[in-house]
Nanobody, 119 residues
Framework: QVQLKESGPGLVKPSQTLSLTCTVS??????????WTWIRQPPGKGLEWMGV???????VYSPSLSSRTSISRDTSKNLFSLQLSSVTPEDTAVYYC???????????WGQGTQLTVSS
């Protein structure tokens, strides 16, 4: 059973770049699933898909966030990461990582990590 765990700073200041990590256990980021995804949920709002890194390392981003988003992976550490630049208070959200087969419901979710943007 693949397990995911997000980690991050908890608080960042406006205009900074946030960096979050999703550590994978119980499986391999290169073989267990086709898709490794970042999703967020701002307070009082629904889930927002941010982007995905595929098993081969290719990426796709949400058009609304693509200019500020980068997803990468470290296969030696079995983790993938999210960077979001030029953050504003509107980026305050619970950030989740998820994994699953291509074009199928996610099989595994992390527990989520709260990220607050505030000066």
């Amino acid at each position: 059973q693949v397990q995911l765990k997000e980690s991050g700073p908890g608080l960042v200041k406006p205009s900074q770049t946030l960096s979050l990590t999703c550590t994978v256990s119980g499986g391999s980021i290169t073989t267990s699933y086709s898709t490794w995804t970042w999703i967020r949920q701002p307070p009082g709002k629904g889930l927002e898909w941010m982007g995905v890194i595929f098993y081969d390392g290719s990426t796709v981003y949400s058009p609304s966030l693509s200019s500020r988003t980068s997803i990468s992976r470290d296969t030696s550490k079995n983790l993938f990461s999210l960077q979001l630049s030029s953050v504003t208070p509107e980026d305050t959200a619970v950030y989740y990582c998820a994994a699953g087969p291509y074009d199928q419901p996610y099989d595994s979710w992390g527990q989520g990590t709260q990220l607050t943007v505030s000066s």
